[in-house]
């Protein structure tokens, strides 16, 4: 089994996790509501995607 021969750093140990934080999803606002909404998802207050009806409003 290999077994490493030094201890591994703090700086090397985080150069390699830099790429692990999560990052904030995407918002943008719905054009008929204001809502703010996931970017190409249909609104859920209002039920528009792209200025055109695609499911009931939530009441």
Do not use: F, N
């Amino acid at each position: 089994m290999a077994v490493p021969k030094r201890k591994t750093s703090k700086t090397r140990r985080d150069k390699r996790r830099t790429h692990d934080a999560l990052t904030a999803p995407a918002v943008s606002t719905c054009s008929k509501c204001g809502e703010p909404i996931r970017p190409h998802h249909v609104c859920d207050s209002c039920g528009t995607y792209s200025g055109k009806q695609i499911k009931a409003a939530k009441e």
